[in-house]
């Protein structure tokens, strides 16, 4: 198979056929994306003809489920969703101009980030000169690198991860967060001089964070060292108002969080963070952008200064 070259792409790709490709991966069908686009059959046919002679090769195969991405529609679908995320956050860019904004930063944030942080992220932020508009998510660490991946995120703070060098991702250190069990002020009374009593903890109401989490997994890594079934969990959630509710209505309710957010959770349910200490480590917290990120000067600036501001924090 040849290989189309940039000069023979940049003469004769154009971003509409990246949008083209993109609905037809959605709706699976010809005759779905002719609708949805508001154009014809034969329309959506030709001009996929026009894209697949433009990069040599077929990217969709038909088969009893509609239409199927060859290896390469695979590969140029996957580009197609990251130049039309660029386009896309270009327009919302220039619109922020109009405001009188700079542009945007689209930041993520895992939820076990505590006021410190928070606080820290917000000074640096608001003060910059001239001003940006901001948009924040809230959710993951691995949904948090996969927007940063795909261009729908900036930056994220998180969770380091391990696959950073292949993802094109680059990863700047902040801190460190050590787990702490923290259970409801009944439940700790009876707990508080027991040591790591892992038969008196399984039999409590447990909280976990979703499946999907670092400290998740590092739970269930907690209970199988210690010899001890993994509980099921009463309620899987990481929200900081439905832990403090939780925490403070339920007597026997026990969960794991990292350091900081630990007290946080504590001094505003009621409950305790025990004194035993967890032989565990989590994945550190850090910043996530893509090497080539555009704005990669103003994230950095922001890691620096969130470094600077745990270092200064009393």
Not at 78 to 87: E, K, Q
Not at 109 to 130: E, G, K
Not at 201 to 219: E, G, K, N, Y
Not at 243 to 255: G, K
Request: proline share 6%; glycine share 6%.
């Amino acid at each position: 198979m040849s290989a189309p070259t940039l000069q023979h792409l940049a003469l004769r790709l154009k971003l509409r056929h990246f949008a083209l490709l993109a609905e037809l991966d959605r709706q699976r069908s010809v005759s779905r994306a002719a609708q949805h686009l508001g154009l014809s059959q034969p329309t959506v046919t030709r001009a996929l003809g026009e894209i697949e002679n433009i990069f040599m090769t077929a990217l969709f195969t038909r088969s009893r489920r509609g239409l199927e991405p060859t290896a390469a529609g695979a590969l140029v679908l996957a580009r197609a969703r990251v130049a039309l995320a660029d386009a896309e956050s270009l327009g919302q860019d220039l619109a922020a101009l109009g405001t009188g904004l700079q542009g945007r930063l689209r930041l993520g944030v895992i939820p076990f980030l505590s006021r410190v942080t928070q606080d820290a992220v917000w000074q640096h932020l608001l003060a910059l000169r001239p001003r940006l508009g901001f948009v924040v998510e809230e959710a993951t660490t691995h949904a948090l690198v996969q927007a940063v991946q795909a261009r729908t995120l900036d930056c994220a703070i998180c969770r380091f991860t391990p696959a950073s060098a292949e993802a094109g991702l680059a990863q700047q250190f902040l801190y460190k967060q050590e787990p702490r069990l923290v259970v409801s002020r009944a439940a700790a009374q009876r707990l508080l001089r027991r040591g790591l009593d892992w038969e008196a903890f399984v039999s409590l109401r447990w909280i976990f964070p979703p499946a999907d989490t670092p400290i998740r997994q590092m739970i269930h890594s907690i209970f199988a060292s210690a010899g001890q079934p993994v509980p099921v969990p009463m309620l899987e959630a990481y929200a900081h108002k439905t832990l403090v509710s939780v925490l403070r209505h339920m007597p026997d309710a026990i969960t794991i969080l990292p350091d900081d957010i630990a007290q946080e959770v504590a001094d505003a349910s009621g409950a305790r963070v025990m004194p035993q200490r967890l032989q565990w480590n989590l994945p550190p917290v850090g910043v996530v952008r893509l090497r080539d990120a555009a704005n990669a000067g103003i994230v950095d600036a922001l890691t620096e200064g969130l470094r600077r501001a745990r270092v200064a924090k009393p």
